[in-house]
């Protein structure tokens, strides 16, 4: 398996929409998820986007670590030709940051709790319901697969920092 390199912001491949998938078991599918994973745990990153490392194509894979405040951990998933539908109207504003916009942190409303589907390299169907940090990283993961990045969906560019200075709102957060 190799590391791949990471597309950036302002890249082509990370504005347009990604195509779908017809076979999530073809080998080729099969040799990028083992790609994209070995480029994940290289970069200790919680998800990962086929366009993100210059494929364009419908596949995300995620995963929810202990400490991300979540009740429960999620293992590594991937998903292919992923959809998602949001449950609720409430949102909830948490932090993102993104292999493809290094350096910064943006704050980013996005639905709490949502219901994603599609399909497992093995080609079965996974349907899940998602709440907090599980719901935040599927619905960054399947943006890229339209063209959009974080800060696209953001509310209040004054809320686009550094990481160097993130500990200070965290710190502003707690006091």
Not at 43 to 65: N, T, Y
Not at 120 to 132: L, S
């Amino acid at each position: 398996m190799a590391i791949l390199k990471i597309a950036k912001m302002g890249h082509p491949v990370l504005r347009q929409v990604a195509e779908p998938v017809e076979d999530p078991t073809a080998p080729e599918i099969l040799r990028l998820v083992g790609d994209m994973m070995a480029t994940l745990e290289d970069i200790a990153g919680a998800g990962l986007a086929a366009p993100q490392v210059h494929v364009s194509k419908r596949v995300v894979m995620f995963h929810v670590p202990p400490g991300r405040g979540d009740p429960e951990t999620v293992p590594f998933t991937v998903l292919v030709n992923p959809r998602i539908e949001v449950l609720t109207d409430e949102t909830e504003a948490g932090w993102e940051g993104c292999l493809s916009v290094p350096g910064l942190r943006g704050l980013v409303s996005r639905p709490a709790y949502i219901r994603y589907s599609g399909f497992g390299v093995d080609g079965q169907r996974i349907e899940r319901e998602a709440k907090g940090f599980h719901a935040r990283v599927v619905q960054h993961e399947c943006d890229h697969l339209d063209g959009v990045l974080y800060p696209q969906r953001m509310d209040d560019l004054s809320r686009l920092i550094f990481e160097s200075e993130f500990r200070h709102h965290l710190e502003e957060a707690t006091t």
